[in-house]
């Protein structure tokens, strides 16, 4: 009989959990697919680490990562001292941990070094020198970071976990790194495919279940973006409904949202133009289902609500762009419809986050040519798994055929692992999908 995806992330966790804890090798991955509980994996080893006498220190990527690690740390066990090594800036740590008497903070590691659990950036631990190795390190969000870093933390710890989703945007790199490239110390890699180069026969887990992907979006998630490592969605066909509350008004963004409401998807189809990166119609269209969604009353029936379900306010939207300057445009579009308080950002930015819905406008939408900025799988990846219940994309028609036109061609350099799928077959994937629950402009 088929586990239920309950017992399948019970056994996973357990057995990543006996790695770490009982196992002898110095080092355990740990593959997670969006919302598959990778914090939560982080906090429940941490405390059996601590319970277990076992000095530990937590690497995490951003501070946002490391006070939100640290928080749930203390709230999940209220009396176990942590340590926040933090810089020396004015305004260094989120004031929310203030409210934590069992979280100590400095920018000295010799105030923090007895504590049980310490947590702070790679960028931080780099420049902590004259104290004894922890006996076990966690580095959170491994695949964010690069080797070159794992590098300068690895004198610092005995063994470690390395927790992270292989899906994600590849770490970020401001200088070029194809004098490297095949070199198993390559710095611009992630540290966990140098790591898994010099170690190949370390232990290499996998949580199996999204608790965060409806299960609408969970299988083409998987098909598209993590074909090696397939998982499921926690929840069932049954198990999640968004409503609209008011009727429909027959426009092109009402008739894409209740699209999504029925299936979790839709795409809404602009005419096929080269424009700006800020394409001005395309903005407005986002902006325009962003305000309808608000409008029409939004309610999400999920595992979590009461019978009535929760209502879908601004901050469970999220908007998500491939740059800046487009972000920047939305919110400036939705602030002149008098919509506040959605989240608009970058596919970087929005790495790690959840919401109901989001609406995304496609990396290529107007774009007279496909770069490899913008057909990164993980860029794609990150912008279509931030949603518990539906997603909707804003593009301009012409995707399959631009993508026809500029078939992959990265260099092929030896000793380099072709990464796949690539983005040009992700992007298809996901399209493919899309077309049948199209609207057109």
């Not at 979006?217 to 083409?220: I, N, P």
């Not at 902006?287 to 969604?293: D, E, K, P």
């Not at 990150?382 to 949603?387: E, G, M």
């Given at each position: 009989?088929t586990?239920?995806?309950?017992?399948a992330?019970?056994?996973a966790t357990d057995e990543i959990?006996?790695d770490?804890?009982?196992?002898?090798a110095?080092?355990?991955?740990?593959?997670?697919?969006?919302g598959?509980?990778?914090s939560?994996?982080v906090?429940?080893?941490?405390r059996?680490?601590?319970?277990a006498?076992r000095r530990l220190m937590?690497?995490?990527q951003?501070?946002?990562?490391?006070d939100?690690?640290?928080?749930?740390?203390a709230?999940?066990?209220?009396?176990l001292?942590v340590?926040?090594?933090?810089?020396s800036?004015?305004h260094?740590?989120?004031?929310?941990?203030?409210?934590?008497?069992?979280?100590r903070k400095?920018?000295?590691i010799?105030?923090?070094?007895?504590?049980p659990?310490?947590?702070?950036t790679a960028a931080?631990?780099?420049?902590v020198k004259d104290?004894?190795p922890?006996?076990?390190?966690?580095v959170?969000?491994a695949y964010?970071m690069?080797s070159?870093?794992l590098l300068?933390v690895?004198?610092?710890?005995?063994?470690a976990?390395?927790?992270?989703?292989?899906?994600?945007?590849?770490?970020f790199?401001i200088?070029g790194?194809?004098?490297?490239?095949?070199?198993?110390?390559d710095?611009?890699?992630?540290?966990v495919?140098?790591?898994l180069?010099?170690?190949p026969?370390?232990?290499?887990r996998?949580l199996?279940?999204s608790?965060?992907l409806?299960h609408s979006?969970?299988?083409?998630v998987s098909?598209?973006?993590?074909?090696y490592?397939?998982?499921?969605?926690?929840?069932?066909?049954?198990?999640r409904?968004l409503?609209?509350t008011?009727a429909?008004?027959?426009?092109a963004?009402?008739?894409v949202?209740?699209?999504?409401?029925e299936?979790?998807?839709?795409?809404?189809?602009?005419?096929?133009?080269h424009t700006?990166?800020t394409?001005p119609?395309?903005v407005?269209a986002v902006?325009?289902?962003?305000?309808?969604?608000l409008?029409?009353?939004?309610?999400?029936h999920?595992e979590?609500?009461?019978d009535?379900?929760e209502p879908?306010?601004?901050d469970r939207?999220?908007?998500?762009?491939?740059?800046r300057?487009?972000?920047?445009?939305?919110?400036?579009?939705?602030?002149?419809?008098?919509?506040r308080g959605?989240?608009?950002?970058?596919?970087?930015r929005l790495q790690?986050r959840?919401f109901?819905?989001?609406?995304?406008?496609?990396?290529?939408s107007g774009?007279?040519?496909?770069?490899?900025?913008?057909?990164?799988?993980g860029?794609?990846c990150?912008?279509?798994?931030?949603?518990r219940?539906?997603?909707v994309v804003?593009?301009?028609a012409?995707?399959p055929?631009?993508?026809?036109?500029?078939?992959s061609?990265e260099?092929?350099?030896?000793g380099?692992?072709?990464?796949?799928?690539?983005?040009?077959?992700?992007h298809q994937a996901?399209l493919?999908?899309?077309?049948?629950l199209?609207v057109?402009?």
């Open positions: 009989m586990p239920t995806p309950g017992d992330a019970t056994r959990l006996a770490t804890l009982h196992g002898t110095r080092g355990v991955v740990v593959d997670s697919p969006p598959a509980g990778k939560t994996l906090v429940r080893a941490a059996e680490l601590a319970a006498g937590i690497v995490a951003t501070n946002a990562q490391v939100d690690l640290v928080d749930r740390l709230t999940a066990d209220p009396g001292p340590g926040r090594l933090h810089s800036d004015p260094p740590y989120d004031r929310v941990l203030d409210r934590h008497a069992a979280v400095s920018a000295k010799g105030d923090l070094a007895e504590l659990i310490v947590v702070s931080k631990w780099a420049w104290v004894d922890w006996q076990h390190a966690i959170d969000e964010q690069r070159d870093q300068a690895g004198r610092l710890f005995e063994r976990l390395f927790v992270g989703d292989p899906g994600q945007l590849d770490p790199a200088v790194s194809e004098q490297w490239a095949g070199l198993t110390y710095p611009s890699t992630s540290a495919t140098t790591l180069a010099h170690n026969g370390l232990p290499q996998r199996p279940v608790w965060r409806p979006a969970a299988r083409l098909d598209a973006f993590y074909p490592t397939a998982f499921r969605s926690g929840t069932g066909p049954g198990d409904r409503a609209l008011a429909s008004d027959g426009g963004a009402d008739r949202l209740d699209i999504a409401a299936t979790g998807w839709g795409l809404l189809e602009l005419p096929p133009q700006p990166r394409d119609e395309a407005t902006a325009g289902v962003v305000r309808r969604l409008e029409r009353g939004a309610v999400a999920s979590r609500s009461a009535g379900g879908v306010g601004p939207i999220a908007v998500g762009t491939a740059h300057d487009q972000a920047a445009a939305i919110r400036a579009a939705l602030a002149a419809l008098g919509v959605v989240t608009v950002d970058t596919a970087n790690g959840e109901d819905v989001t609406v995304v406008l496609h990396p290529l774009r007279p040519d496909a770069t490899a900025f913008h057909l990164e799988t860029r794609l990150v912008l279509t798994s931030r949603h219940h539906a997603c804003v593009s301009r012409g995707i055929e631009l993508l026809d036109e500029y078939p061609a260099p092929v350099r030896l380099v692992e072709v990464k796949f799928p690539d983005g040009w077959e992700a996901v493919a999908h899309l077309a049948e199209r057109r402009m």
